[in-house]
């Protein structure tokens, strides 16, 4: 059995990903491919509870930087080891709602860490497990934050991480932008201004140019081999 693929998204706050995520999960198995989601901080019974210290934990106010980025690597550990790579080792495509690039951009350009540790505490943490692709959603911040707020409001009070100021996501932004422009081979920049439907098949376009194999379901996967 060949080994499955891995698709990440990235993106601001309130840039429309999760929606995406959902998206191609939806097509993909539609047509009988083998989805798996996962979402970061979390996606195991330890990152879940890191994601409520990290995001709601009224404690997480006080958190500074290194002991942010350590909890986002520790709960990204466990996920590559108990969900993520044994799915890749059975064939499965795996969706990451946020990897390793949301480190290297909030907490690296963002919060300002030195870039070279965060560098090598992503590698610590996912070891040879990295992205096939990576769509990283791109919208001004003025949208983005306009988005996350229409949907917090029916349902509290920003997390942590929404409440942040303006300056910080536009460092987020920029630092998007820049990682686009440093792997071009990996990261797909898409902008996300536009409907739901247009980013969708945009998306959809550049997967099945770069992957066109791996989307197949395993039925139409062996009859193109006969």
Not at 25 to 37: F, I, T, Y
Not at 96 to 108: L, M
């Amino acid at each position: 059995m060949s080994r499955g693929l891995f698709i990440t998204f990235e993106g601001s706050e309130g840039c429309g990903k999760s929606t995406q995520v959902k998206r191609l999960a939806a097509r993909l198995e539609a047509d009988g491919v083998g989805v798996l989601l996962t979402r970061e901080p979390g996606g195991t019974p330890i990152g879940e509870k890191i994601r409520h210290l990290l995001q709601f934990a009224p404690e997480s106010t006080a958190m500074r930087p290194e002991t942010e980025v350590l909890l986002f690597e520790a709960s990204r550990s466990q996920l590559v080891r108990e969900v993520i790579e044994p799915a890749l080792e059975a064939g499965r495509v795996v969706i990451a709602d946020r990897f390793f690039d949301s480190t290297t951009v909030y907490q690296g350009a963002a919060r300002k860490l030195d870039a070279r540790l965060v560098e090598q505490l992503n590698h610590f943490a996912v070891g040879s497990c990295r992205p096939d692709i990576t769509f990283i959603l791109d919208v001004d911040v003025a949208t983005a934050r306009s988005r996350m707020m229409r949907r917090v409001r029916p349902v509290g009070a920003p997390d942590r991480m929404e409440q942040e100021p303006v300056e910080f996501y536009e460092r987020v932004c920029s630092a998007y932008r820049d990682l686009a422009r440093r792997e071009p081979d990996r990261v797909q920049l898409i902008d996300a201004s536009r409907s739901v439907e247009g980013v969708e098949a945009e998306i959809w376009q550049r997967l099945q140019s770069a992957f066109p194999d791996q989307l197949q379901s395993p039925t139409a996967q062996r009859q193109s081999n006969i």
